[in-house]
C-alpha cells in the first residue's frame, strides 16, 4: 500500500526523387551554430537507433520555440529518398508531427531529418514487423486468447495521473478470438486471475463481448469498441472495479499470430469504486487530479455525477496464452 501513502502525498507513399538532397544543400544552415538563434530542436522520438517503431505511430519533433520557420523536418527511406508527409504542430507542446501519407512500411529502416538554425541532424530509425501480414490464414487466429500486460504500457491519461492508476493495473486482461476470416474480427475480453506461480487464468466476472470488428490479415491491425465494460484491480487483498464507458481497444498481431504489440486503450473510467477501495473515499482521486494536475473529473454517463476521467494508454503489448480459451459470461 505504500503506493497510496505516495498518492496521497501529492495531494498538497514515398515520393521518387532522381537526386535526393545532401543534408546541407537546403539554402538554411551550415553546421556552425548561428549566434542568438533560440529555434533549436531539443529532442525527438523516435531516437537515434531505434529499432523497434510501431509502423502506424507518428514521429515528433520537440523544439525550444513555436516558430514553425525556425525548423525544417523530413522522413527518407534508407536510399534517400523523401517520404510524403504532412506537418502537424501541437497547440498543447512545443513540438510538430510527421505525419505519413501512408503508414510507414514494417520492418524497415529510415531517417528523420531535422533542421533548426543552428544544424542538421539524422536519427535512424527502423520500424518493427508488427504490421506484416499473417503467415496463416486469419480463421486460423479463432480460439486464441493473449494475455494483455495493462501495467507494462504507458499511461498517457488522466494527465498526470495515468502513470498512477496504471501501477495499481498489476493483473492482465484476455482477449480472445471467438472468429476471423479476410475482412471481420471477433474478439471477446475478459479480467484475468493470477496465481502464485504466475500462471493466468480467466476470472469469474463476466466478458466483454465485442462487436464484429474489420480485419485484414495482410496487414492485421483492428479496432474494437464497446459501450461499456468493467475493469477489476486486485491489488494486496484489496479489490476495487472500475467501469469503463467508451471503451476502444486497438492492436497489431504479429506475422505469426502469437504476439500483439502496438495497441492502445482508452475510456472514461468512474473512479468512485476504485478509490473509496484503496484510498478510502470515493472523490480521492477527483481531489487528487485537480488540485494536483489541473484535471476536473466530469459527470459519469451513469447518473451525472462528477466522477469520470478519461483514461488512455500506448504501446500496449501481449502474447498468446497456449491451451487457455475464453468462455463468454453474460451479465
Known sequence: MTRVFLVLGLLG???NDPTPPQLLDTGWFTEDDAPGCPHEVVSTLPEDGTGGWFYLDVPRV???TTDASGYEAWLADAEGRRIATTTVWSEADSAFDLVPDE???PGTSFQLVVQDCIRTTEI????SG???ALTDEGANLAGRTFRLDLGGADWIRPEGLGPVIGSFLTEPILLGVVYADDSNIDLLGAPSQVNSLGQVSQAQEPTWDFPLAEFDPSRPTFVTRADAIELVIRDSGV?????VTEFVLTGTLSADGTRLGGGTLAGVADTREFSDAFFGTENALCLLSESSFQVAC??????GEP??????NRNLSGTQQEGLTLVNRAP
Not at 466522477?307 to 488512455?312: H, K, Q, S
Open 13 to 15: 507513399a514515398c515520393r
Open 62 to 64: 520537440f523544439t525550444g
Open 103 to 105: 503508414p510507414l512500411p
Open 124 to 127: 535512424s530509425f527502423a520500424t
Open 130 to 132: 508488427f504490421g506484416q
Open 239 to 243: 479489490e476495487g472495479p472500475i467501469p
Open 298 to 303: 466530469a459527470p459519469c454517463e451513469s447518473d
Open 307 to 312: 466522477f469520470c476521467l478519461a483514461i488512455e
